[in-house]
């Protein structure tokens, strides 16, 4: 079946813009995830949403970030007046609920200018 | 709190030699579980094992074999018959039964060379 989709693969905004970021999960799946990757470091967990809810989102870094998952299925990262401490690649990854294996997408990676 | 680190930033190897790229974690939980993902250029995250702690028998996938040491907390993963194919980015991560999120290493940089 389709992996884990992710759009748009490449994002450049201006410091202070909005961007949306999308997560389509693997069909099925209950658990999403979204991390960041900072260039040269390992992923960084922002959110994880079991359903609807946001089970945790400890890993949000302050306010301008937020992310919904209004039907349990697609999600989207939203990132308010963006920084350039922003740029990053993006990763959402889906799992099938418990600490089962994460399936992850191909990442958006969002440039600030 | 959970860490994991990858104390080789970049290894190489030749093609269809061995190689261990080594890991080592630290945690409180009881049931937790470890990963090796592998990040080609392309940057879509691949698993490449996983390893319940529970779990005494290391895993082992094709030519992927890790090697638990459970009392050292150390997590490393041998690559045997290394192929071109393997090049790419190689982490480390944990993950604990009762927190889903996963806590990754710096990751290692692997080059296989003809």
């Known amino acids: 079946g389709a992996g884990v989709s992710q759009t748009p693969s490449n994002k450049v905004t201006e410091k202070g813009k909005y961007v949306e970021l999308r997560c389509d999960p693997i069909?099925?799946?209950?658990?999403l995830y979204w991390y960041r990757q900072s260039l040269g470091q390992g992923p960084e967990f922002l959110i994880y949403?079991?359903?609807?809810?946001?089970?945790?989102d400890s890993g949000l870094p302050n306010d301008r970030f937020f992310a919904v998952r209004p039907e349990g299925s697609v999600s989207t990262l939203k990132i308010q007046r963006t920084e350039r401490g922003d740029s990053a690649v993006y990763l959402c990854?889906?799992?099938?609920?418990?600490?089962?294996?994460?399936?992850f997408g191909p990442g958006t990676r969002l440039t600030v200018l | 709190a959970q860490t994991v680190t990858q104390s080789q930033p970049e290894m190489s190897v030749q093609e269809a030699e061995t190689v261990t790229l080594s890991c080592t974690y630290d945690?409180?939980?009881?049931?937790?579980?470890l990963f090796w993902y592998k990040q080609p250029p392309s940057r879509q995250m691949i698993l490449v094992i996983r390893?319940?702690?529970?779990k005494q028998q290391n895993a082992t996938e094709n030519r992927f074999s890790v090697n638990f040491q459970k009392a050292a907390k150390s997590f490393s993963l041998k690559i045997s018959d290394s192929q071109l194919g393997d090049t790419a980015m190689y982490f480390c991560?944990?993950?604990?039964?009762?927190?889903?999120?996963?806590?990754w290493g710096l990751g290692t940089s692997l080059a296989v060379n003809p």
């Open positions: 991560a944990s993950g604990a039964g009762n927190n889903r999120k996963l806590i």
């Open positions: 945690t409180s939980e009881s049931n937790y579980y």
């Open positions: 390893q319940e702690a529970y």
């Open positions: 069909s099925g799946h209950t658990a």
């Open positions: 949403f079991q359903g609807t809810g946001a089970a945790d």
């Open positions: 990854a889906s799992s099938d609920g418990g600490v089962d294996t994460q399936y």
